[in-house]
């Protein structure tokens, strides 16, 4: 998980005099860098994959959450390798078929 230690360093490293871009003979400069940007851009499938099926919509949820209960929910799924929307996701599932 990036946390907002590792984006201040980014955003200073970035926005330093430091930073050094790499500059050669198969480097893209101006004009030609941004039309292979957007080359690439265009050929890049958009957003995330679909949990519905392929090529249709995933509708989303937002939920607030005490400052607690996500942290618990931050460490299980660090622990567990997961993300916190796919525990989320597990829960909801399982107390649904519960419940009903």
Not at 13 to 18: K, Q, T, V
Not at 64 to 78: F, N
Request: aromatic share 4%.
């Amino acid at each position: 998980m990036t946390t907002k230690k590792d984006y201040t360093e980014a955003a200073a490293c970035a926005e330093g005099a430091d930073l050094e871009l790499p500059m050669g003979p198969g480097t893209l400069h101006g004009e030609a860098a941004a039309n292979f940007g957007r080359q690439v851009s265009a050929k890049a499938p958009g957003g995330r994959p679909s949990l519905t099926a392929p090529g249709e919509h995933s509708p989303r949820r937002q939920v607030r959450l005490p400052q607690d209960l996500s942290d618990t929910l931050d460490q299980r799924a660090l622990e567990e390798g997961r993300t916190a929307g796919a525990i989320m996701r597990e829960a909801i599932e399982l107390y649904l078929r519960q419940s009903a």
